[in-house]
């Protein structure tokens, strides 16, 4: 069984910044690959930003320059750090992660979090 599980959401208000953190726990050898997605009010969800390996990093325009991305491998953790926020960077956020199965190390498997809640203030 795997458990992801992210943190760090809260209010802030506009202008602030705040880390978000992803732990992925249980069974699994490490993460391949890793994206934040967030669900701002009234929209779909949409992907914000994704990690594959240990550089390779894709931005959505609307945070390029703002957000930033990273992993600690050792933790089997990804973070988000979020600068500059602004009003319409409120919603939920959630991670997604591709975890290699420990005892089958060619399989890998998808994971989503329960989400975490960002406002930001105007």
């Known amino acids: 069984q795997v458990h992801v599980v992210e943190s760090g959401g809260g209010l802030v208000q506009q202008g602030g910044s705040l880390r978000l953190s992803c732990a992925a726990s249980?069974?699994?050898?490490?993460?391949?690959?890793a994206a934040w997605h967030r669900q701002t009010p009234g929209k779909a969800r949409e992907p914000v930003a994704n990690?594959?390996?240990?550089?390779?990093?894709v931005y959505a325009d609307f945070v390029k320059g703002r957000f930033t991305i990273s992993r600690d491998n050792a933790k089997n953790t990804v973070y988000l750090q979020m600068n500059s926020l602004k009003p319409e960077d409120t919603g939920v956020y959630y991670c997604n992660v591709d975890v290699f199965d420990p005892i089958a190390p060619w399989r890998v498997d998808n994971y989503w979090g329960q989400g975490t809640q960002v406002t930001v203030s105007s």
């Open positions: 249980g069974n699994i050898f490490s993460i391949r690959a």
């Open positions: 990690i594959i390996g240990n550089e390779g990093t």
